[in-house]
């Protein structure tokens, strides 16, 4: 099993940053993708972020591209998202993911594990 704990959620202006942290804990491995989702509300939950298993390479939501990275420390068991330029249409919960294929995914159903979610809410 695996857990997953975020934080770092919060309200900011637009504009603004913040950045989200997630904590794994179980049997994690480095060999896990690990992503982004958020869902806002009314709305389905759709990707963010994604990273593979040492951070060569990331993939993005267009929605999200050059303001948002998304990086790891597999010593630590963390994964984080940095959020800049925050618009209001950012507002969603977002979730912490990991996958145990070897690719990045964007549907959410393919993640194996999940967090709890934090919220972020950026007002105009």
């Known amino acids: 099993q695996v857990q997953l704990v975020e934080s770092g959620g919060g309200s900011v202006q637009a504009g603004g940053s913040l950045r989200l942290s997630c904590a794994a804990s179980?049997?994690?491995?480095?060999?896990?993708?690990m992503g982004w989702f958020r869902q806002a509300p009314g709305k389905e939950r759709e990707f963010v972020a994604g990273i593979t298993r040492y951070g060569s390479s990331t993939l993005y939501a267009d929605s999200v591209k050059g303001r948002f990275t998304i990086s790891r420390d597999n010593a630590k068991n963390m994964v984080y998202l940095q959020m800049n330029s925050l618009k209001p249409e950012d507002t969603a919960v977002y979730y912490c993911?990991?996958?145990?294929?070897?690719?990045?995914?964007?549907?959410?159903?393919?993640?194996?594990?999940w967090g709890q979610g934090t919220q972020v809410t950026v007002s105009s």
């Open positions: 993911a990991l996958d145990q294929k070897l690719w990045i995914r964007t549907i959410d159903s393919e993640y194996d594990y």
């Open positions: 179980g049997r994690t491995s480095s060999s896990y993708i």
